[in-house]
């Protein structure tokens, strides 16, 4: 019951969070230099400019003082109109970009999030248990790499080799040109193809998929390996991990039974944190690989200096973040049963 | 690692010469023969000689208390027994035996059957000796898990076969329900009801280990066992939770105990209730015990025998009084010297203590490792390493000043700079 009450006074404490990141993020692209009204009005000159300046300031509001805009603003974004577009897509509503854009960047997230903590995981308990022999110092290095080399470089590489040499995967997109009609069940491409029995647009999918998930995986199974193989080698010099071994525990059960619920917390932070991260938008491998997900998105309105879509952004993000490290909290209590709400 | 060329005679000196070759049933041997044990750690600043030649036995229901300063090698020793050296470390030469059995020889699986079963250890620490995150009940259980499995399969088979009867039971009374008076269907219903609660859907081999845990904890004297197998450790006080490990070494009703400093964190009370509850189980279950301990007061409550500990050394062995009475090396004498006595003269005194501090492993002083901090010191303790000697009181003493004949420039004794020359 405390954990219902925990995870309540969590989401009410969510309010003022977003009350201020909305401010925040508010004023501070009106304090921006530029305009998504100036931009939009860049091709015309002279008089006919300053009308149609003032005509769209009139339409969106713009001439009003920042406080009443903002307030309206609010009021709209709980109504559900988020707005629209003024140079990114000129004329499209935020909800419809931000619905187009978010489903792939949930795709990729949950992809390679889930190879990364499968592999990161298992590798840094073999690196751990195999410290300072060949295998521990051949991940160490592969590890180290992963860290080390920037992603759109990584991406880069891949694509060279596999797109432009062999010509085995699709450089870059989501899709091919040609599948493009593909229904709308989700917005989750693989999983509405697979809805509509579509093998076809499915394996489409997956080859473009396949180098910007593993590239954003290989990132990421770098961090969780290290992290899970530091806390590992810590927990097993524990006197508990000693007891286990006194009893005639073998070696995998010590292992598995013993020591790696205790060493999974940070492991955990990292997954968690990484998670929430990459749905707010990969925004170098999305734009390597050209895939129009919400880093992409993001980028696009800052560069337009479009008010609505860098508003609504942040304000999705802001709630993934804080629901992540809610989720993470509440999966320390799983793990550790020392840790109670 | 095995051609260490240092390897003393010590053990020649002992009463278990041979001892080790053949048993036969009739033969009163110790449990526990340690010959010459040398157990080091190659680290990178150097090889740190953590037990260095020590030579021991235990017999059958006996506890022998192994007494010293912190670091000189009392856990490593204890930790070689069950072959739980870890790396750097490595079991360089010597031999254990333990009823029988070649435990420097044995495998790692083969170790996997007798720790915890045969020989268990038990932790200082009682607060971290334990996993945080698992239930005590399924710690506990464990242990049956991995050494009872005969055990709970035939209790596993008894519980479903009683399981079944119940249901037949079950089956037959609500037949009965159907044909009865109205008078004995109220008596009828309330059996039903007994009956219902006692029946489990599905009994499993970890709920029979659960149950022997908790039975388990019963039995040591832990009041509400049925609860506490579901709680985890930090819900329990000092006490509970080592008593806890004690329960874990019990489960198997091992032959050899090693009690690692089982005593130290806990305050006095739960000490003594703690050395009372080793003492009684031991009366009870008729195991041996070693005792590790740096508390003289303890093994003197408890221990039968005992071997005093320097530096990777046993200096002095025997019988708790003897020792007790007239302790003859050295060291034991600073030790026993150092201990507070609270009386009316002692009020005005200052403690004794030993000078110096405890030697450096990986480059031990030479000859008596004991030399830079004796009053005695000789020229000869700093070139040979005495051996255990028999005494007239039984004790053997390691310490050159117990050799007969000691004229000459050997015996002359060292000024404090030449006992400081080398060391660290």
Not at chain 1, 63 to 70: E, G, I, K, S, T
Not at chain 1, 195 to 203: H, R, S
Not at chain 1, 288 to 299: I, N, R
Not at chain 2, 90 to 107: A, P, R
């Amino acid at each position: 019951m405390s954990l219902l009450k925990y995870t309540i006074r969590r989401f009410l404490a969510l309010i003022p969070i977003l009350f201020g990141v909305l401010l925040i993020t508010f004023v501070m692209t009106r304090a921006l230099p530029g305009s998504p009204v100036l931009s939009a009005a860049g091709e015309l000159r002279g008089e006919s400019q300053a009308q149609y300046i003032a005509k769209l300031e009139e339409r969106y509001g713009f001439n009003q003082p920042v406080l009443v805009q903002f307030v309206k603003y609010l009021r709209n974004l709980f109504s559900g109109d988020w707005g629209e577009s003024l140079s990114v897509h000129r004329g499209a509503t935020v909800a419809y970009l931000i619905g187009k854009a978010f489903p792939r960047t949930f795709e990729i997230t949950i992809l390679s999030m889930t190879l990364a903590t499968v592999v990161g995981v298992n590798v840094g308990i073999i690196s751990a248990v195999n410290r300072n022999k060949l295998k521990d110092t051949v991940i160490r290095f592969i590890a180290l790499s992963g860290v080390a080399i920037p992603i759109f470089w990584l991406g880069l590489l891949l694509q060279y080799i596999f797109a432009f040499n062999f010509g085995w995967l699709p450089a870059g997109r989501y899709f091919s040109a040609s599948l493009e009609d593909l229904e709308i069940i989700t917005g989750l491409r693989l999983l509405d193809s697979l809805l509509l029995g579509k093998l076809d647009y499915f394996w489409d999918t997956i080859l473009h998929l396949i180098m910007p998930v593993f590239c954003l995986a290989f990132v990421f199974i770098a961090g969780i390996t290290r992290q899970t193989r530091s806390s590992m080698l810590e927990v097993l010099e524990l006197d508990y991990v000693r007891t286990a071994r006194a009893k005639g525990c073998k070696e995998r059960d010590v292992i598995r039974k013993h020591a790696f619920r205790n060493a999974l917390i940070p492991t955990i932070t990292v997954v968690g944190l990484s998670f929430a991260g990459l749905l707010g938008g990969a925004v170098l491998t999305e734009t390597t690989f050209t895939l129009h997900g919400m880093g992409w998105l993001v980028v696009a309105a800052i560069n337009g200096v479009d008010y609505d879509i860098i508003n609504a952004s942040v304000f999705i993000m802001t709630i993934i973040f804080v629901t992540a490290n809610l989720v993470i909290d509440l999966m320390y209590g799983i793990v550790d049963p020392r840790i109670r709400y | 690692m095995k051609n260490v060329k240092d390897m003393s005679k010590t053990f020649n000196n002992l009463d278990i010469s041979g001892a080790s070759q053949k048993m036969t049933k009739n033969d009163v041997k110790p449990l526990l023969i340690v010959k010459d044990l040398h157990t080091y750690f190659f680290t990178q600043e150097g090889i740190v000689k953590a037990v260095d030649g020590v030579s021991f036995t235990i017999n059958h229901d006996e506890i022998l208390g192994l007494v010293g300063e912190t670091g000189c090698g009392k856990s490593v020793t204890a930790l070689s027994l069950l072959k739980l050296i870890r790396s750097p470390g490595e079991i360089v030469s010597g031999e254990i035996f333990f009823d029988g059995i070649d435990i420097v020889e044995k495998t790692n699986e083969e170790m996997l059957k007798l720790r915890g079963n045969i020989m268990t250890m038990m932790f200082q620490d009682p607060m971290n000796s334990l996993n945080p995150v698992l239930k005590v009940g399924d710690q506990v259980s464990e242990v049956y898990l991995l050494h009872q499995m005969e055990f709970l399969k035939d209790e596993l088979q008894k519980a479903k076969e009683k399981n079944s009867k119940l249901k037949e039971n079950l089956k037959r009374m609500k037949k009965e329900l159907k044909t009865c008076s109205p008078e004995g269907a109220e008596t009828l219903k309330n059996q039903i009801n007994a009956i219902k609660q006692q029946i489990k859907f599905r009994i499993t081999i970890n709920d029979i280990a659960r149950r022997e845990a908790a039975a388990l904890l019963d039995r040591i004297g832990l009041p509400n066992a049925e609860t506490i197998v579901n709680r985890y450790p930090h819900e329990l006080s000092g006490g509970m939770r080592q008593r806890i490990m004690i329960s874990m070494g019990l489960a198997c009703n091992a032959k050899l105990l090693i009690c690692d400093e089982p005593t130290t964190a806990l305050d006095v009370t739960i000490q003594a209730q703690i050395l009372d509850m080793i003492r009684e189980l031991k009366r009870k279950l008729k195991n041996s015990v070693l005792f590790i301990t740096h508390s003289l007061g303890v093994i003197y409550e408890l221990c039968d025998r005992v071997a005093v500990m320097y530096s990777g050394n046993i200096v002095e062995y025997g019988t708790v009084q003897n020792i007790f009475k007239n302790p003859q090396h050295p060291y034991t004498q600073g030790l026993m010297t150092s201990i507070p006595r609270v009386t009316r003269e002692s009020r005005a005194q200052e403690l004794t203590i030993i000078p110096g501090m405890v030697p450096n492993l990986i480059f031990p002083p030479s000859g008596c490792r004991f030399h830079p901090r004796c009053d005695h010191a000789m020229v000869i303790c700093k070139k040979i390493r005495p051996e255990l000697h028999e005494m007239p009181n039984k004790v053997q003493v390691a310490c050159h000043l117990f050799n007969k004949d000691k004229s000459g420039e050997e015996y002359r004794k060292l000024t404090e700079e030449e006992k400081q020359e080398d060391v660290l």
